[in-house]
């Protein structure tokens, strides 16, 4: 008879552990994400920081499944962040969201979440291979470099092709232009100012370059350096290549103070502000990434990570897991049609 009941009670436990087992995945009701941005001043970053804010939100309706959203700027420094990541960890998030400051040293924070278990989302600052195929629970959700810089090339092949006086202000044959370039160590930089100038001369614009530098993703070193290209080449600049918009801003706003005007000016991103240059005519294009997606991809990544399910249809992954936000042309409307 005590045989029969200690059993009972056997197989009662092994039951209520396989239901609370279950139970975990299908009554999960709330998600912690911790989120840790490289620099919480960068333009385009905070961009996708409101955004992400908002599609949390809307997954918490939609879901019925509480998202809390643990957000916190690295300040440009990587030993911050890992120690972000840490208190994220000791926390019990479920899922991290990265925006590495260095995207060749994710290794303590990959070696941190392995550990714990927490799948990570990188974004933006696209970690190497190499770290990225340590754990089949890494992410990443950035934006194409390659295609930027083609879409970026081809708004002023474009151009060039249909009103040719737009594009070579002087008309003497040969488009002079300068290059703003973003941080060296940013997988963007290279390769957009490489493909962009390549798909220029490839769409047989003839350009030919005065100078570049590198002014880190920033309006204000952007500006300081147009200064100073306007001075050292007055009356030659034709147009500005930026690796993004907030460099571009910074090249506007010191043509602005030189009294400088006729200029094209390019960017990349599509940020609010350069939204608003576009607009008004300062900046003659940009290519912009879908924010909607991109800050949702991530909320959706992480969210199924977290809940262990299948990563969802809507944002296909390339590789295994990658996503690659579409992006598009915004160019200035009067310039097309003046
Ligand atoms: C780039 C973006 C820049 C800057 C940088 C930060 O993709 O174009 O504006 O935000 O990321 O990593």
Redesign the pocket.
Known sequence: MRRVKILALVLTCMFLVSCQGVRKDEEKTSLRIGISL?RGD????NNIRSILEDKAKEYELEKGIKVTLDIQDAKGSQNTQNTQVERFISLDCDVLCINLVDRMDASVIIDQAMTAKVPVIFF??QPVEEDMNRWDQLYYVG?DAKETAILQGQMVVDLYKEKPEMVDLNGDGVVRYVMLE?ETS?Q?SLIRTEWSVKTLKDGRVPIEKITGGIAN?ERSQASAMMEQWLAAYPDTIELVIS????MALGAIDAMERAQVTGVNVIG??GTTPGLEALENGKLLGTVSANKELYASAIVELAASCALGQETPAEYPLTDGNYYWTPQEILIHEIKENP
């Open positions: 490289y960068d333009t385009f970053i933006n600052r934006v973003g940013h963007d993703w690796n993004n918009d907030d990349i991103d």
